[in-house]
């Protein structure tokens, strides 16, 4: 791949579309960048919520003032509610939840929560590095190897799933799909083109859950075109230095920023 490829810096396709229509000043504001898959899981959730947001498109390497102000790391996604703002997208998940506004993404049992929870603690520590684990590198070696643990770490997802789906709970995205959808998305995406990723397998609950994701309005909504996703990867691909603080996190063993 070319080594010239960059990132982009504005959504395209349906994500511009929902961009724009979310211009106007609100009180609960999201910061995010358009190939963030962490600003993608807020940015879905406020979509399937149908809550009333003001999106602020920013570069992340270029941190604008007002970001710094609610994440001093500048990372993104943050969001600003009124004069307080907080990061983090589980915690930023969790604070939607706790405003109870829209339709909820989490279950009103007990039980069935800590469930949901539970396996979106398993996305983050298992699915998400091992995502970058294998995007990041570079021996065709290890990539086999890196390959083999993330569908493992998928197919283990998966086998707690509803039965008959689609999606995690049943018939309706859920906060666990949310939790993972841009990592799936980004598989045709990205990391089918840059590791040779497989398409899931027809007939499969495997293959029924990352069509259900892919197809969903809402995942759809926050998606920009193909090109951006294969431009702003191809840094992480050739694992180029400094690309990110996830990148660099991978690549020297640590956790996830």
């Not at 579309?17 to 406020?46: D, M």
């Amino acid at each position: 791949m070319s080594s010239q490829k960059s990132y982009h810096t504005k959504a395209t396709g349906d994500a511009a579309v929902t961009v724009a229509n979310h211009l106007a000043e609100t009180s609960l504001k999201l910061y995010g960048s358009c190939f963030c898959p962490f600003v993608q899981r807020v940015w879905i959730a406020l979509e399937a919520k149908e809550m009333p947001y003001q999106y602020i498109e920013v570069d992340p390497y270029e941190k604008p003032q007002s970001l710094l102000e609610v994440n001093p790391r500048g990372l993104v996604p943050a969001l600003r509610h009124g004069d307080w703002g907080c990061y983090e997208s589980n915690i930023l998940m969790e604070y939607l939840e706790d405003l109870k506004g829209g339709t909820p993404l989490l279950p009103d049992d007990p039980k069935t929560r800590a469930h949901c929870r539970l396996w979106a603690d398993h996305i983050n520590r298992n699915v998400v590095p091992g995502f970058y684990r294998l995007l990041q590198e570079q021996d065709p070696d290890k990539q086999v190897e890196h390959a083999m643990e993330l569908r493992k770490a998928f197919d283990t997802l998966i086998k707690a799933a509803d039965a008959k789906g689609p999606f995690f709970l049943g018939p309706d995205i859920s906060f666990v799909d949310v939790q993972a959808a841009p990592w799936v998305i980004r598989l045709r995406r990205v990391m089918k083109p840059y590791r040779g990723w497989p398409d899931a397998e027809d007939g499969t609950r495997w293959a029924e859950w990352v069509n259900a994701i892919d197809s969903n309005k809402h995942v759809q909504a926050t998606t920009s075109t193909d090109e951006l996703y294969l431009d702003s990867y191809a840094r992480y691909a050739e694992n180029r230095p400094n690309t990110s603080q996830v990148a660099n996190a991978i690549n020297s063993g640590r956790g996830l920023p």
